[in-house]
């Protein structure tokens, strides 16, 4: 009955940070939209009442308008100085909060964004078998720490120190892992074909 009780919970708070991230871009886009529609109203409400596939011209500027926003924010990320601003507050402030560093690069990977900080995937022994992990450190010659995902979820998991012996290496890139991971282990025939 606990261990029915520890998937439930771990599954219910694997959800939570699973949809965190989401809800506060929904929101971020919301009260955005909002600002951009009361900039555009007075400009828009001098144009004809026209709908465009059943869309208001006022929220269809409104729309157009954030998509470039959010195109020059993306090419002014691009520069050396806002990448230095970014390293700067992660190194400084966002590294303090528990699973950035994790999510970051986890949402790198399913965007499609290719990161240097690509975490390396490793399958570690656990009391059902091997298991996906990824490589977050080397404590010293002979210990690392990982991090175990769960399936279908990875955005919860545990957190363990290994030897090296222990840890088996395969040539897996972490966008394959955690597709393969999020639908339950399908696909993994291919995946470790000749590296078991």
């Known amino acids: 009955m606990k261990s029915i009780f520890k998937i439930i919970k771990a599954t219910f708070l694997g959800g939570i940070l699973f949809l965190a991230p ?12 909002g600002i951009i529609q ?3 109203l007075p400009l828009v ?19 157009v308008i ?9 090419l002014l990320a691009r520069t050396a100085k806002a990448k230095n601003l ?11 909060v528990p699973g950035y560093s994790f999510m970051k690069s986890m949402n790198e990977n399913i965007m499609g964004i290719e990161s240097k900080e690509d975490l390396k995937v490793i399958l570690v022994p656990t009391d059902a078998g091997l298991q996906f992990a990824f490589l977050i450190e080397q404590i ?15 955005w919860s998991g545990s957190v363990v120190f290994v030897e090296k012996k222990d840890i088996k290496e395969i040539d897996m890139t972490q966008k394959q892992a955690l597709a393969c991971i999020r639908k339950l282990g399908f696909g993994s ?5 000749n590296k078991l």
Do not use: M, W
Not at 45 to 63: C, K, M, T
Not at 86 to 96: P, T
Not at 189 to 193: A, M, R
């Open 45 to 63: 409400n001098n144009l004809p009442r026209v709908h465009v596939l059943g869309i208001a011209l006022q929220e269809l500027v409104g729309i």
């Open 86 to 96: 970014i390293q700067k507050l992660e190194d400084g402030i966002l590294s303090f």
């Open 189 to 193: 025939k291919e995946l470790l074909k």
């Open 140 to 154: 010293d010659d002979n210990n690392f720490t990982v991090f175990v995902p769960d399936a279908p979820n990875p």
């Open 66 to 74: 954030i998509i470039l926003i959010c195109f020059i924010a993306g």
């Open 22 to 33: 989401l809800v506060v871009l929904l929101v971020i886009l919301e009260k955005g939209y």
């Open 38 to 40: 009361k900039v555009t």
